[in-house]
């Protein structure tokens, strides 16, 4: 296999493959769009309200507007001089003894300083009767109690959810500047491969990679290109490695074929291409084939074939990569701590995901109970897990009971 590195090789660790993945990846252009579009979209800037809000002070409940001072005595009898519904401010001045009937929402009337709730009257004709003090500034909300003007609430590199895009509404931006979405072709490479929902020939199996691929894709924020499946030969890869060019993909994704194989043909075809190879060959398990570069402006992401270290490798390398090109501020995935629900043997020089269950246990902490059968085809398994368990390379023996590393699933 031609250019391919010799499978004595190192392999090189997690870090320093991920280092090198995301190293001089810049984000992407910023585009304004409109705020309905943006949910789950990246802020490429900061944003800065462009007004106060409240912008006025306002009756938070439905009652009277009144001052406290007139209410120093009660039961105590007030005079209600006019209505204020939300939308439609009193105009007059809330005088000694008066009261303004206020509705939630209203502009508290000039004079007025605490809104006495209605349950707390009773009202005949023209009076109304206060029958306890409310306290001072009771169910007012001062002008700017949420935002002012210039406060900036949102910030560059956020990925924007539905609290994000009420509050955008509130501060009056009706568009956003967002990152561009990375466009993520992907190729499934394979003669034994045939898309989900066609009949598979007799030695062929239905490939699966892509399916999962292009939704983590989207759920980090690209836009997935479905390049199909290429048969097992270079001219086909070639045609199809080139769609992603012309499409001027960000980041093509290639799934198998990335092993040492006679028909693993995908690091010479690229190469041959004139891709830039970063690495091949990762200290982990599963995902040891990994292979990264550069053709052009696309960066390429040679995922392993079997299904579950591709999906692995997705979630642990792909994602970060569309991360840096989002500038987005969360780290993904994240990581976290469980107490192990069983032992394991001391690892050898890969760094292990191991694929376990995830329960609570009766003190509340997370319990991660490695399953017994890895093998890197088990989608089944893969489905099932609650989290996977970190293993650095080298690790001694662990025990039931003892803290792991985890990245919930
Ligand atoms: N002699 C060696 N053989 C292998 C090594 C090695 O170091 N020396 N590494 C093994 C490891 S680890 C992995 S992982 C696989 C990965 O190989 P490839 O990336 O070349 O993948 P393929 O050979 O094309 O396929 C492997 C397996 O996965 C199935 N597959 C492929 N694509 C899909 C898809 N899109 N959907 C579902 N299933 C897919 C394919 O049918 C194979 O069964 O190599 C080992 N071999
Ligand atoms: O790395 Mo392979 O992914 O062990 O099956």
């Known amino acids: 296999m031609g250019g391919k590195q010799t499978v004595s090789n190192p392999l090189m660790p997690v870090a320093e493959a991920l280092a090198r993945l995301v190293d001089e990846v810049d984000a992407r252009p910023a585009e304004t769009i409109a705020l309905s579009k ?19 002070a306002v009756s938070a409940m439905d009652g009277y507007a009144i001052r406290h001072e007139d209410l120093a005595a009660c039961p105590a009898q007030l005079t209600v001089i006019g209505e204020a519904p939300a939308g439609h401010g009193f105009q007059g001045k809330v005088g000694t003894g008066q009261a303004v009937r206020i509705f939630t929402g209203a502009p508290l009337p000039e004079g007025a300083d605490t809104i006495l709730i209605q349950e707390n009257t009773t009202r005949a004709s023209e009076t109304v009767t206060a029958l306890e003090q409310p306290a001072a500034g009771a169910f007012v909300r001062p002008a700017g109690l949420d935002f002012k003007t210039g406060d900036v609430l949102l910030r560059a590199g956020r990925s924007l959810n539905y609290r994000d895009l009420a509050l955008a ?22 003669d034994e491969l045939v898309p989900p929902g066609a009949e598979p020939g007799p030695d062929q199996i239905i490939a699966s990679n892509h399916a999962g691929i292009a939704a983590l894709v989207e759920d980090c924020g690209g836009t997935p290109l479905d390049l199909g499946i290429s048969r097992d030969n270079p001219r086909e890869l070639v045609s199809h490695v080139r769609r992603a060019l012309e499409a001027k993909a960000d980041i093509l994704v290639t799934l198998g074929g990335a092993s040492v194989g006679d ?70 995935p994240q990581f976290g701590y469980a107490v192990l629900g069983a032992p394991l043997p001391e690892n050898d020089r890969r760094q292990d995901y191991i694929r376990a269950g995830l329960n609570l246990g009766d003190d509340g902490q997370p319990i991660a109970s490695p399953f017994q059968k890895q093998d890197s085809s088990m989608l089944g398994l893969l489905a099932q897990s609650g989290a996977l368990i970190v293993r650095p390379p080298h690790a001694t023996a662990a025990s039931a009971g003892d803290k792991v590393q985890i990245i919930r699933l």
């Open 263 to 332: 028909h693993d043909l995908v690091q010479d075809v690229l190469g041959k291409e004139g891709m830039d190879l970063s690495f091949w060959r990762i200290a982990m398990r599963p995902g040891k084939p990994l292979m990264a570069g550069r053709l052009g402006h696309t960066k390429v992401l040679g995922l392993p074939g079997n299904p579950v270290s591709s999906l692995v490798c997705g979630l642990l390398f792909l994602k970060p990569l569309l991360s840096k090109m989002l500038g987005r501020d969360d780290q993904e």
């Open 38 to 56: 943006a949910n789950g979209r990246v802020l490429a800037e900061n944003i800065a309200s462009t007004r106060t809000q409240p912008p006025f």
């Open 169 to 190: 509404a509130s501060m009056n931006h009706a568009q956003l500047p967002v990152r561009r979405k990375p466009v993520v072709a992907i190729l499934a490479t394979g």
